[in-house]
C-alpha cells in the first residue's frame, strides 16, 4: 500500500521569504502530481512530473522529483500572499489511482 | 477545458436517508473517481471506475456506492445515509493509459451535511 507523507502540514510564511514542502512516498511510483486548493475551492492541477530528475517551475513554485530518494519537493521562491493555499502531492500508483498526501497548509503574511 | 460538474455544492440530508451524489465530465475521458475530503485527513479515495459499467473499490468503501451507465456520469449512492458521512465528496475525471500524464481534473465539490 502506497503512504504518503508531506511535511510541514502548516507553514506560515513571511512574504519575500522561500520554503520547501517536502513529499516523501513509500512504493515505486512512476509519477507524481503537484494540486493547489483555495479555501472552499477544488483542486487544481498544478505540476506532473514524469521521471526521475524532473523539473516543473511556474512562477515562484518548483517542483521536483526523485525517484529513487521516493521524494519530491515544492520549492517557494520569493512568496507572495497570493500563494496562501493547500498544497497536496499525489504519487502515481500502477494504476489510474492517485494517493493524496494530507496537504500543507501554507499562509503567506505580509 | 476539462469540465467536471457535481450537480449539488450543498446538500443536508436526514439519517437513514438514500443519498445520490451526480457527476458529469464533458472531455470523453475513461476514468472516474469519487473522494472524500476530511480535515487532517486529505482526499481518500472511496471508488473509482474505469469504463462503463466496470468499477472498482477504492480505500474507504465501506457505506457507498456507485453507479456508471454512461461514460461521461458517474453516481456516489449513499445507501443509508449516516452522520460520520458528512464531509466534502469531490469528483474527478482523468483520460485512459493511453494518455501521457493521466492528471485527475476535480469537480468543484458536494458538501454533504447528514443531520
Known amino acids: 500500500e502506497l503512504k504518503v507523507e508531506q511535511n510541514p502540514l502548516f507553514l506560515s510564511m513571511q512574504e519575500g521569504k522561500n520554503y520547501t514542502i517536502y513529499c516523501n512516498y513509500s512504493t515505486t511510483s512512476d509519477r507524481l502530481y503537484w494540486y493547489r486548493q483555495d479555501p472552499g475551492k477544488s483542486l487544481e492541477s498544478l505540476f506532473v512530473l514524469l521521471s526521475n530528475g524532473a523539473v516543473k517551475q511556474e512562477g515562484r513554485l518548483m517542483a521536483s522529483l526523485d525517484t529513487k530518494a521516493r521524494l519530491s519537493t515544492l520549492h517557494i521562491t520569493a512568496a507572495v500572499h497570493d500563494l496562501s493555499a493547500t498544497y497536496f502531492c499525489?504519487?502515481?500508483?500502477?494504476?489510474?489511482?492517485?494517493?493524496f498526501g494530507k496537504g500543507t497548509l501554507l499562509t503567506v503574511n505580509p | 477545458d476539462v469540465k467536471v460538474t457535481q450537480s449539488s455544492r450543498y446538500l443536508v440530508k436526514r439519517t437513514g436517508e438514500k443519498v445520490f451524489l451526480e457527476c458529469v465530465q464533458d472531455?470523453?475521458?475513461?476514468?472516474m473517481f469519487w473522494y472524500r475530503q476530511d480535515p487532517g485527513l486529505g482526499l481518500r479515495l472511496i471508488y473509482f471506475s474505469y469504463d462503463v459499467k466496470m468499477k472498482e473499490k477504492g480505500d474507504i468503501p465501506e457505506g457507498y456506492s456507485v453507479s456508471r451507465e454512461k461514460k461521461e456520469r458517474f453516481s456516489l449512492i449513499l445507501e443509508s445515509a449516516s452522520t460520520n458521512q458528512t464531509s466534502m465528496y469531490l469528483c474527478a475525471s482523468s483520460p485512459g493509459l493511453a494518455a501521457i500524464n493521466l492528471i485527475q481534473y476535480f469537480g468543484a465539490g458536494t458538501r454533504l451535511s447528514v443531520l
Open positions: 472531455m470523453d475521458h475513461e476514468n
Open positions: 499525489a504519487p502515481g500508483g500502477s494504476n489510474y489511482k492517485l494517493t
